[in-house]
């Protein structure tokens, strides 16, 4: 009898950096769970809205 393989999980992380790109975020996370599901792995989304710009900010002040 052969062993079935445990389902890899995964991440998958999308981001864009402006409100006005939540379309091209939706687009993202759709392909990436379409191709996450042709591979049969087992998924988590994140995803998140900001800039680069703003990352550096919020890290400088911690």
Known sequence: ???ERPK?????YVRVS????E???KNQIRRLE?????QGW???VIHEIASG???I???QRT
Do not use: H
């Open 34 to 38: 379409e191709y996450a599901n042709s």
């Open 53 to 55: 710009v703003n990352k």
């Open 18 to 21: 402006t409100k006005k790109q």
């Open 23 to 25: 379309e091209y975020l």
């Open 1 to 3: 009898m052969i062993e």
């Open 8 to 12: 890899p999980k995964v991440v998958l």
């Open 42 to 44: 087992q998924y988590e």
């Open 57 to 59: 900010k919020n890290w």
